[in-house]
Every structure is written in structure tokens, then in C-alpha cells.
């Protein structure tokens, strides 16, 4: 440490001097190995860089105000979270089927934090150049903060509601859990390049309003500061990750212009794989929220067909142009939620949370949502099922669905051109039928056909014998393949899933606040 | 290039190899206009099964909640392996009719839409 002399002021560096000192002033080339050998990822995905040095960080954040910035963050952040426990917060969302967002956001997202870490330090790790390098390493740090300030919600919640207890033993074996765990995997699989384009902007800079806007301002709408102030500490570093987006993917273009195709194919591919995840959003927002913010349709349009189209026009200086397939999820905006909502309906007795029926006044915001398709497509499915249910024969699917090969969502989605009739395409590739469920997702294998055989599809796994407990005998009789399928996941059987209204969240949530568990 | 990776010559593992399967194969069945089930099925079958317990078991015991199951009669039925039209002959094992691992096995019931015609 410097003492400052008696009577002389310390030599204090400007923010610029500090910014350079602490990170590019990290770095060196090295001698004794070559630099390809210490750098050995930044090359085979056929992307040229030329100056490292033109990489521009535009917020020039050096570790020291990092330290500062997120302790005083966290400081505030687990206040608030001490006073939500100690006033019984959970108690105040709007009714216990708003908990069952929070079980989808908690149990599918927060694992994908934790992967956004490992992937950030991987390609920290990656870069040559110093300033790309210190980015990617600060936000695998802001990552970690996120995953570990969301494991601290999981705990509270899982107190007092089911579902939650195991959810990283989940998010390895889950069916729907896979959906998005082999997004992120097929990003960290990648190169450094790949991972940026597809995480920091494809899904950071792209995608991201419509998974955090409605997931936090849905929290807000329904009385969850818990689930809201997490997400406001996360959004304050949202924004430097969007920036790392932007301008990494700017910087990889103004590079070399053979660049320019590899980029465009990453955005393509990642805007779909990306669009086939947040249908989860979707179902979400017009399904899951009591107290709803926006319906997907609309959230579709202003943040993707009017901000993203807006983007993508500045980008077209660069010789970029709309990601393929835009013009199919345009299409799609007036289904998506409700072919969703009717899978997860299908199959919720093999999932960690509750599905039901939407009420008379929810199946009119529907109709006014939705005026093309609900009365005529998905009305008439819902009001069956609620005779059914009124029957006492609440309809479940007893048979495991068709996953796509990429996206590995059940192949629900409905052609482009006709919402009455299920999308498929397929691929012969050595020797082997691949099914997909958009062209979409059969562009991205047929691109790599060599990744993508090697999904480890849930369905097909289950029919192998692979997801069984150690020491599961078939042959024992009686056995039931699905129910000890259901143990492997971890479930709590009869807690954990099926119809909302027989639940015990529902039960336990009227006998401990004296309200009905859908308020509706 | 089937792949972009580190290693010139990389390739992966098919995970769903028949042989994987213990001497079954994946069927999957779809029946058209009746998406109340929502999407199309997967099923493990011998691949020497007769195609005519399909029609007489199996599928019935997939779409059992549906009220259109019932009432399907079974030589009106359009049948497609993928996206072509065929004929099955019902004493003749899948493989014979050209259904191996992982074919997809489509059907139309004419006259018969769904939940009030609504393709539910």
C-alpha cells in the first residue's frame, strides 16, 4: 500500500487511466507458448479478429466499483427479503395458482443463472482480447449473484408450497426442464463466439422483455416482492449484459466481413431456439397469472415486432437482416399460449406444478385477446374437459407425447399457414428419422445433424429404461413404469402435480389465509 | 460440415439407436382434428407387431377420454406414414408396412373433427 507523504496529496488516477490499467493492462501476450496454444477456442468457429483493442466497453467498470456496487446491491436486496419472510409475504400474492408461475420461473429459470455463469467464465476464459475477457468474467460473476439470490427465494417458498424442494435434481431429468436446459447446453457447447451472440444478445439484448418483463411485472401485478425484488437486482445488471450483447456482436462484425454470414446464422438459429423457449412465457402470461399483465399476443408485438424490428433495421448497416422464421412466430402469437397450456393440462400429473381450467371471466379476456382463435380452437376443448372435471373424470393424457430433436418441446405447435393441424418435418441422417417441430428447429439440425443426434430426448430416454431409480426392477410384477419414472424426477407424488384444485397448496393455502385458492 | 467443433472428424453419439430400444422400436401415432390430445404420441412396439392391433387395441386405448373414438370406423380411415398416403394391410407386421424406428404414423377419420367439429 502507497503512504502518502506528509503535506503531498496521493497521485490519484483518472476513471480512464484506472479502466485501462485493469483491464487491458491485465493482459500480455505471451512468449514462452504460443498465443493460439493459451487461446486455443477463439478460432474454429471461423470468426476473424483482427484488434482485439477495438473491443469498447462502454461501461468501463473496473473490479474495484464491481466490489462496491453489487455488495451495496445484495445489502438492500436481503433487507427486503428479511422483511418479506417475517411479514408472511407469500401470503399476500393474489391467489395460491400464482404460485405455480413462480414454481415454473424458479424450477426452469433460475437453473439457466447458474448455467449463464459457467458459460460467461468459459468464454472469459476464451478470449485473447482483455477488455472481452473482463466483461464475460464480471457477468459470470453477476450470474452466480443471480442464481444464489433466487436459491434463497426457492427456500422460502418451498416453506410453505410443494414442488420446490429439489429443483436442480429436477432440472438434469424433468421433461419440460429440458427444454430449457439443453438451450443453454447446446449455447455452452459452442464457442465463445456462438455462446455471446446466442446468450449476451440473441437472448439478453432480443428476447430478454419478454421473459423478465412479464415474469417481474407479473410478480408485481400479483403481489410477490419477493419474486420482484430479486428481479429488480438482477435487471440492474440486465443492462450491462444487454450492452455486452450489443456491442460484442457490433464488434464481431466490424471485424471482418466474412463474418458478417456466420452472425446472421447464429442469430437465426438463436432467435428460434430462444422463441421456442419463452412459449413457456407465453402460457404464462395468459394462463398462469390471476391478475394479468398483457396478453402474449400483445407482448409479442411491442417488444418483438416493434422494438426488435427497430433494432434490426440498425443493424442492417452491417449487412444484417430479421433472423429466419420471424414472420412463423408472427404467426403463431394467436396459439402459442393456448397449445401450451392444453400440453401442460394433458401432462401435469408428470410435472412439479398445478394446471386447471380457466374461469368464465378468464375465458372472456381470452376471446377479446384472442378474437381469430380461442372461441373457435380452444374454447370448445376447455369446456369439455371442465364437464369432465364436473364428472369427476378430470382428463389427463396417460401417453407420453413426440419430442421435437432440437427444441425438445412435445410437438404441439400447428403449421404456420393452418392452426388446426400439427407441424412435422423430419430428417433422415445416418440411417436414423428425426422429427422436428417447425422448420425452425430442422434447419438447426440439419445444420449440425452431428450435436443434435445426441439430444437426450426425456420421452426416448424413458422408453430406454434410463430414468428409473438405481436398483427399479421392471420385471418385479405390478411395476408401473411412469410412477417410478415420477420417483426418479424426485416428485412428490400427488403433491407435486396434477389439477389445482385437488392440491394441497390449494387446501393449505384456504385453511391458513381463510381465502379461496383461485380468486378468480 | 455436419458439425462446428474443435476436432476435425468429430461426430456424436445417436442416442436413439433402435438398439437401445430392447427389441422394441418408437411409434409415433397422430391422429388429425383431435388435438385435445395435444400432440402426436410416442409408443414403444415390437416391430414385428401386427398393424391390425393397432387399429383394434392400441390406438383406441391412446384417445380412450375422446368422445370421437368410439365412432371411428376403421376401413374409412386415411392413413399416412409421414406426409404420404398408403394402405396398410392389417395382417402384415409394421415393418412390412414400411413403419420401422421412429416412423410417424398419421390418420384422418372423415367425418369425424373433433370435439363439435372444432378439430379439438
Redesign the interface.
Known amino acids: 500500500m502507497n503512504t502518502p507523504l506528509a503535506g503531498k496529496r496521493p497521485k490519484t488516477l483518472s476513471l480512464k487511466e484506472n479502466y485501462a490499467l485493469l483491464t487491458r493492462g491485465l493482459g500480455w501476450d505471451t512468449t514462452y507458448e504460443p498465443m493460439d496454444k493459451v487461446f486455443?477456442?477463439d478460432k474454429?468457429?471461423?470468426i476473424k479478429i483482427h484488434d482485439w483493442n477495438k473491443w469498447e466497453d462502454p461501461f468501463r467498470l473496473t473490479m474495484d466499483a464491481y466490489w462496491k456496487y453489487q455488495g451495496e446491491k445484495e445489502r438492500k436486496l436481503y433487507a427486503i427479503v428479511d422483511a418479506f419472510q417475517q411479514n408472511n409475504g407469500q401470503f399476500n400474492v393474489s391467489d395460491a395458482r400464482y404460485i405455480n408461475t413462480l414454481k415454473l420461473f424458479l424450477t426452469g429459470v433460475s437453473p439457466l443463472e447458474y448455467g449463464a455463469h459457467r458459460g460467461f467464465a468459459m468464454a472469459g476464459r476464451n478470449f485473447r482480447g482483455a477488455g472481452a475477457g473482463i466483461a464475460a468474467q464480471m457477468q459470470a460473476i453477476d450470474e452466480l449473484r443471480h442464481a444464489q439470490t433466487q436459491a434463497h427465494t426457492i427456500s422460502h417458498y418451498n416453506k410453505f408450497f410443494n414442488g420446490l424442494h429439489d429443483y436442480t435434481h429436477m432440472f438434469d431429468r424433468v421433461w419440460y426442464l429440458s427444454v430449457p436446459k439443453s438451450y443453454f447446453e447446446d449455447a455452452m457447447t459452442?464457442?465463445p463466439f456462438?455462446f455471446v451472440t446466442a446468450i449476451s444478445f440473441s437472448f439478453e439484448y432480443v428476447l430478454t422483455n419478454l421473459l423478465f418483463m412479464p415474469f417481474m411485472s407479473g410478480a408485481a401485478f400479483n403481489g410477490d416482492m419477493a419474486t420482484v425484488t430479486f428481479g429488480f437486482s438482477a435487471q440492474s445488471d440486465e443492462s450491462r449484459h444487454m450492452t455486452l450483447g450489443l456491442e460484442g456482436v457490433k464488434f464481431i462484425l466490424e471485424q471482418d466481413p466474412d463474418n458478417i454470414p456466420i452472425v446472421q446464422r447464429w442469430l437465426d438459429k438463436w432467435f428460434w431456439r430462444g422463441y421456442r423457449l419463452l412459449t413457456l412465457v407465453a402460457m404464462m402470461m395468459d394462463y398462469m397469472l390471476p391478475k394479468r399483465v398483457m396478453s402474449w399476443g400483445e407482448a409479442w408485438e411491442m417488444y418483438f415486432e416493434q422494438n426488435g424490428g427497430a433494432l434490426f433495421n440498425d443493424l442492417s448497416r452491417y449487412g444484417i437482416r430479421l433472423p429466419k422464421y420471424h414472420e412463423v412466430a408472427a404467426k403463431e402469437k394467436d396459439r402459442l399460449s393456448h397449445?401450451a397450456w392444453?400440453?401442460f393440462y394433458?401432462y401435469t400429473h408428470a410435472a412439479g406444478f398445478h394446471t386447471w381450467l380457466p374461469e368464465a371471466s378468464e375465458m372472456k379476456w381470452l376471446a377479446e385477446k384472442y378474437p381469430m382463435t380461442f372461441d373457435?380452437?380452444?374454447r370448445?376443448?376447455f369446456e369439455?374437459?371442465r364437464e369432465?372435471q364436473q364428472k369427476g373424470?378430470r382428463?389427463y393424457?396417460?401417453?407420453?407425447?413426440?419430442?421435437c430433436q432440437v427444441c425438445q418441446v412435445?410437438?404441439?405447435f400447428?403449421e404456420p399457414d393452418d392452426p388446426?393441424?400439427?407441424c412435422?418435418r423430419?430428417s433422415d441422417y445416418?440411417d436414423?428419422?428425426?422429427?422436428f417441430c417447425s422448420d425452425g428447429c430442422k434447419d438447426i439440425f440439419d445444420h449440425?445433424?452431428?450435436?443434435?443426434?445426441?439430444?437426450?430426448?426425456p420421452?426416448?430416454?424413458i422408453?430406454?429404461?434410463n430414468c428409473f431409480r438405481p436398483g427399479a426392477d421392471p420385471t418385479v410384477p405390478g411395476f408401473d413404469p411412469l410412477l417410478e419414472v415420477l420417483h426418479y424426477y424426485g416428485f412428490h407424488v400427488g403433491e407435486d402435480g396434477g389439477e389445482f384444485q385437488d392440491s394441497p397448496d390449494c387446501k393449505n393455502w384456504e385453511r391458513w389465509t381463510g381465502k379461496p385458492g383461485a380468486a378468480a | 460440415m455436419?458439425?462446428?467443433?474443435?476436432r476435425p472428424g468429430?461426430?456424436?453419439?445417436?442416442?436413439?439407436?433402435v438398439e437401445?430400444?430392447?427389441g422394441?422400436q418408437?411409434l409415433?401415432v397422430?391422429w388429425?382434428?383431435h388435438?385435445?390430445?395435444?400432440?402426436?404420441?410416442?409408443?414403444?412396439v415390437p416391430p414385428d407387431l401386427p398393424f391390425g392391433a393397432l387399429t383394434a387395441e392400441i390406438i383406441p386405448g391412446?384417445y380412450?377420454?375422446h368422445?370421437d373414438t368410439a365412432k371411428i370406423e376403421w376401413p374409412r380411415v386415411v392413413w399416412l406414414r409421414?406426409?404420404q398416403i398408403f394402405t396398410p394391410d392389417p395382417a402384415k407386421s409394421l415393418t412390412d408396412n414400411g413403419l420401422?424406428?421412429?416412423?410417424?404414423l398419421?390418420f384422418r377419420t372423415p367425418g369425424l373433427n373433433?370435439?363439435?367439429g372444432?378439430?379439438?
Not at chain 1, 393424457?397 to 419430442?403: A, D, E, G, V
Not at chain 1, 452431428?450 to 430426448?457: G, M, R
Request: aromatic share 12%; hydrophobic share 35%; charged share 20%.
Open positions: 486455443p477456442q474454429f468457429e471461423g459452442a464457442g456462438e397449445e392444453a400440453t394433458n373457435k380452437l380452444y370448445p376443448r369439455f374437459w369432465q373424470r382428463f393424457n396417460k401417453t407420453l407425447p413426440m419430442l412435445p410437438t404441439f400447428t388446426a393441424k400439427i412435422h423430419e445416418r436414423n428419422k428425426f422429427h449440425e445433424p452431428e450435436k443434435y443426434v445426441q439430444s437426450w430426448l420421452v426416448n430416454q422408453y430406454q429404461g | 455436419s458439425v462446428v467443433a474443435l468429430y461426430t456424436g453419439e445417436i442416442k436413439d439407436r437401445n430400444f430392447h422394441k418408437l409415433f397422430s388429425e382434428d388435438l385435445m390430445y395435444c400432440s402426436p404420441m410416442c409408443i414403444p391412446l380412450v377420454a368422445p409421414s406426409s420401422g424406428h421412429k416412423a410417424l398419421r373433433g370435439l363439435n372444432s378439430g379439438s
